[in-house]
């Protein structure tokens, strides 16, 4: 594999993680101690509405991916395990995204 490949792989990997997981957890804890600070600095109010929609298909598109038919022949998904951490990880995830939408929702209405 070239070097340019792995590099291109990482950041493929990396940005969705940071768009879907990282951005609404900063933007949540600095709301809750500098809410002004937050809304003037970080993240206009009209944007967050997209914010979530973008987290949602970053979320559905992860789901897409763990629960798709692997056409390999890896024990990783044909084993016993057949990603069964990852749709963990990703029911808990998709539990902490509903809970910041409702608090969203019943924060700003």
Sequence with gaps: MSSKAIKVGIIASVLP?????????????????????????????????????????????????VVRECKCECDHCHGAHNHHASKITLACITLLFIVSVLLHVIAHH
């Design 17 to 65: 993680h940071l768009f879907c997981c990282v951005l609404p957890i900063v933007l949540s804890v600095v709301g809750l101690f500098a809410p002004e600070f937050a809304h003037a600095h970080f993240m206009p109010e009209w944007l967050e509405p997209w914010l979530f929609v973008f987290s949602a298909g970053m979320l559905g598109l992860s789901w897409v991916m």
